[in-house]
């Protein structure tokens, strides 16, 4: 199997991720990319405990996470990996291939705008998701599976609002 | 005032509700509609948050209402990350995640007991008070 969703979530391991998109993707690890959460053993331990024992959590920062992307993708389990911010994923896709980035959440903050129930930008945000989907990758924005995929278009529009 | 104080007023908050969707909101009033209890609990609603956000509220709520219990609905939810960080900086604070209805029902009528020994009693009858009835496997 290989990594099934790349995801985006500034809430990084919680509940849509675990449970949301976990059981019904039968996700058996997931590689939660992040400076700050791969600095602090105590962060990792935090996130380790809130996946069910069965299940696997890798920690990487955004430097060092492309290099261990390959043996992800062989890994014979379906993985997710998360990162919290577009930034990271853009690093990422522009580093080792991605055929396509999920948008699931990235929540208010000043200087954003509301594109989403679940999505706030800034203009550079805006510009990072443009600059992820010239580099190849299918961007949509999906909270929970059995919700409507937003095209990357439809979501700058804030069409879905 | 102090959660902590063994025979509290049966209306004085002493616990902070936190969930996914309206889990909190609707927890407290089954308690209010079956005990009368509920303003005993603080739902907090966190939809549209990020998990600072969370946090900033959760502690802010606690210390407004000078309470050191907080249940939780989920283990890898973003209230129970973000309280476990409270629960960092605040050695008197306990954390109940996977609280349900009985364990609610039991934490508002427990009388003698601190707030937080009042919640783990209470963790132990919500995990007891989960049941299979019918079909046999």
């Known amino acids: 199997m290989t990594l099934v969703l790349y995801r985006i979530d500034d809430r990084l391991i919680h509940g849509q991720v675990v449970v949301g998109w976990g059981q019904p993707l039968d996700i058996g690890f997931i590689v939660l990319v992040d400076d700050e959460v791969a600095r602090s053993e105590w962060e990792e331990d935090l996130y380790r405990m809130a996946v069910p024992p069965e ?63 679940y999505v706030f930008l800034s203009p550079q945000e805006e510009d990072e998701l443009r600059a992820l989907a010239a580099a190849g990758a299918r961007v949509s924005a999906q909270d929970v599976p059995n919700a409507r995929p937003v095209p990357l278009d439809d979501l700058l529009a804030g069409a879905e609002l | 005032m102090s959660s902590d104080a063994a025979e509290p007023a049966s209306d004085a908050p002493r616990a902070i509700v936190a969930g996914h969707g309206d889990f909190a909101a609707g927890l407290v009033s089954a308690v209010e509609q079956i005990t009368g209890r509920g303003a005993q609990l603080i739902p907090v609603a966190v939809q549209r948050l990020s998990v600072q956000d969370i946090e900033d509220l959760l502690r802010r709520r606690m210390i407004e209402e000078g309470v050191r219990v907080i249940f939780t609905d989920l283990q890898a939810g973003s209230c129970t990350m973000a309280a476990r960080r409270i629960l960092r900086g605040m050695d008197d604070a306990v954390l109940i995640a996977g609280a349900n209805l009985p364990t609610l029902l039991d934490f508002v009528f427990s009388h003698g007991r601190t707030a937080s020994e009042a919640a783990r009693h209470a963790a132990e009858r919500g995990r007891a008070a989960i049941c299979v009835h019918g079909a046999a496997s």
């Open chain 1, 55 to 117: 299940m696997d959590v890798f920690f990487h920062g955004a430097a060092d996470a492309a290099d261990a992307l390959p043996r992800y993708r062989s890994d014979r389990r379906r993985g997710i990996l998360v990162t919290g911010d577009i930034s990271t994923m853009r690093h990422l896709v522009e580093a080792a291939h991605v055929d396509a980035v999920n948008v699931g959440g990235i929540h208010h903050r000043a200087g954003r705008v509301q594109r989403l129930r």
